[in-house]
């Protein structure tokens, strides 16, 4: 299918409420041509409300929402043409795997010979070619997963939505159907919005992330905009491990408890800041720091042995906690001893403290 | 299977055995009443079918039931009247169980009680009701004409349509109760992926939902049939003695004739033959179950 045929998808303040709860509020949300959009969000963040939407099985209370030029928005699901890949896959246990990808089709009204052609095809693309007659009992949940994936692209929708479809699997086969579904996406290139609270599922796969949390959309960027400069704390906090310990920016220039530091860049406004430590851009310092590494004391609270590397918890001088891994070749370091952490200069991110400002 | 060798073997052996003996005892006392209650007595009747009145061995009253047609008569209108029951309880039934399903819980269960109501009452005051209700100068024949709906009393009993009346009325939570379990346990999400795949709200029905809930209602269908066919006091009161079913042959077998033989060997063939529908009926629902409906 051509990039041309997918359809972009537009939400306008979609808002919903459950009594007092709001469960989506003044939802905007813009998916382009043929892009792979994830929604992540901690579990009741409103993420599948904003799916179930889309398919159309949730009717919210005011908003719009077009496919392309269409407004669906009241539209009934059998009605909106979108495939869907359920997290439980809801393949139909009474029928077989070739009756359950032809289902769309025979309520196309397509005939035979061409409906057995799409379904061989399905099954090739899916890589389960030969696997037709097998009942849904008979199947692996991978193999489910694969099934579901082909009923909801057998008829060639012009946007897919999947609900955190690959939940079921084991860690391997997931990490495995991850490169999988990103793969068939760029072949196909429908829309595709898909949602799952798994944040390393969300940067391995999307072409862009819309983080939810409290029926809201917090931040919507790139996977490496998102890691690198996220909008607010709960984005820093929800997307890989951080710190945050506070800072202070003045006219003379930043500062942690004291000691100066150089920024990848100078904030805009002055005052208290939060300055974003990942454990993967700190260093142990062996020797003296170098031209644009900030150097933070720090104290070994704790060393863990994980065979690739040792996972040091340490405490910085103003008491907040940090980790960062070492080479698990180097020498061990201590419970109790003293190190200096080094954090690149540009590998620097604040964040202004008070949040409303941001 | 050789015997494991090794350190403890023998007391390890021991211990499972002790152990399935304590299980196997505690169902002693129901076996023993089961034996008492049930395979005594149908082993004494059927042994009673193949002696005549002086004791000795025959096959008479089986030859009789073939030879008389009162006898294929009373089976004839048994098996009728339980499929005629099992219909009109499927029609009824059927979509009740799917409004109960698609009540909120709490609805349901209450709707399930007046449901379940029935079970509660006696079910020789349910059927005497009835027939107080159904009577010609009764309640529904009074108030009928009255608002000039009908002129004349209609007969609503002493027939087959009291008789009908009766055992539906008697028989449907028979049938709800299975449906409605089977309607429940089907995932929401078939119906979404349904519609989500182009069906209408009818065909979702038709394609996924009766399907699916269809080993309920041949559960249903197998429990209303096979209970008719041994219903004695409904046709007894409500068919005004015009509808004669095998158990009230039995009855008047005995009653009647004092012949204990013939009662017994029609007993023995209802027996047999609500054994094998059964035994049919078992195979094709498991065979239902093969394709489908099993752990998703």
Not at chain 1, 213 to 219: E, N, V
Not at chain 1, 305 to 310: A, E, L, N, P, T
Not at chain 2, 48 to 62: I, K, N, Q, R, V
């Amino acid at each position: 299918m051509a990039r041309d045929a997918a359809l972009p998808i537009a939400v306008r303040h979609l808002t919903k409420s459950y009594g007092t709860l709001r469960v989506l509020d003044a939802v905007d949300l813009d998916v382009q041509r043929g892009e792979f959009l994830t929604l992540l969000g901690p579990s009741g963040s409103g993420k599948t409300t904003l799916l179930m939407m889309l398919a159309g099985f949730v009717r919210p209370d005011c908003g719009s929402i077009t496919f392309g030029e269409r407004e669906v928005i009241r539209l009934p699901p059998h009605k909106r043409d979108v495939g869907m890949v359920f997290q439980n896959y809801a393949l139909f246990p009474h029928l077989d795997v070739t009756a359950n990808i032809a289902f769309p089709l025979r309520l196309r009204g397509i005939g035979k010979a061409e409906t057995k052609q799409r379904v061989e095809q399905a099954l090739e693309l899916v890589k389960l070619d030969g696997y037709g007659a097998r009942r849904i009992d008979q199947l692996s949940g991978g193999q489910r997963q694969r099934i579901a994936l082909a009923r909801a692209i057998v008829f060639e929708p012009r946007i897919l939505l999947m609900d955190e479809p690959l939940s079921a699997l084991d860690k391997q086969l997931r990490e495995h159907m991850q490169i999988e579904l990103r793969q068939l996406h760029e072949r196909l290139g429908m829309t595709t919005v898909y949602v799952t609270h798994d944040q390393r599922e969300a940067l391995t796969m999307s072409d862009r992330i819309a983080v939810i949390d409290l029926g809201r959309i917090r931040q919507i960027d790139t996977p490496k905009a998102i890691y690198e400069r996220p909008a607010n704390r709960f984005v820093a906090e929800f997307i890989g491990e951080s710190t945050f310990v506070t800072v202070n920016v003045d006219s003379r220039g930043c500062s942690f408890n004291g000691i100066p530091l150089t920024l990848a860049s100078q904030p805009a406004r002055k005052g208290p800041h939060h300055l974003m430590i990942r454990p993967e851009r700190l260093t142990i310092l062996e020797h003296a720091a170098t031209e644009g590494v900030n150097l933070l004391p720090a104290t070994v609270t704790a060393a863990i042995y994980q065979g690739d590397s040792v996972l040091v918890h340490a405490s910085l001088t103003d008491g907040s906690n940090v980790s960062v891994r070492a080479s698990a070749s180097a020498r061990a370091p201590l419970v109790g001893e003293n190190l200096n952490l080094g954090l690149k200069a540009v590998d620097t991110y604040l964040l202004p403290a008070d949040e409303s400002a941001a | 299977m050789s015997k494991a060798a090794g350190p403890n073997a023998e007391g390890l052996r021991r211990d499972a055995l002790v152990e399935r003996l304590a299980l196997f005892s505690l169902s002693g006392p129901a076996l023993l009443l089961v034996t008492m209650t049930m395979l005594l007595p149908v082993g004494w009747l059927f042994w009673l079918s193949f002696l005549d009145d002086a004791g000795a061995l025959t096959l008479e009253h089986y030859r009789r039931m073939l030879v008389q047609p009162s006898y294929g008569r009373a089976f004839r209108i048994t098996f009728e009247i339980s499929f005629i029951t099992t219909a009109i309880c499927i029609l009824l039934g059927y979509p009740l169980a799917y409004v109960l399903s698609q009540l909120p819980r709490r609805a349901a269960n209450i709707c399930m009680i007046a449901v379940m109501l029935p079970f509660w009452t006696s079910l020789l005051v349910r059927t005497y009701a009835w027939l107080v209700l159904l009577q010609r100068q009764g309640v529904i024949n009074t108030w009928g004409m009255k608002l000039g709906l009908w002129d004349t009393p209609l007969t609503l009993v002493h027939n087959l349509n009291g008789t009908l009346i009766g055992m539906v009325h008697i028989m449907l939570p028979f049938m709800v109760l299975p449906v409605y379990a089977s309607m429940r346990a089907i995932d929401q999400d078939y119906l979404r992926a349904a519609a989500n795949l182009g069906a209408s709200p009818t065909w979702a029905f038709w394609l996924v939902f009766l399907p699916l809930s269809l080993p309920g209602l041949l559960a249903g269908a197998l429990m209303v049939f096979i209970l008719c066919l041994g219903f004695y006091v409904t046709p007894a009161v409500l068919g005004g003695g015009k509808i004669t079913m095998v158990a009230n042959r039995i009855a008047t077998d005995i009653e009647l004739f004092f012949n204990w033989g013939a009662a017994s060997s029609l007993g023995v063939v209802l027996f047999v033959l609500t054994g094998a529908i059964l035994y049919v009926a078992s195979r094709v629902v498991r065979l239902d179950r093969l394709l489908g409906g099993g752990a998703a």
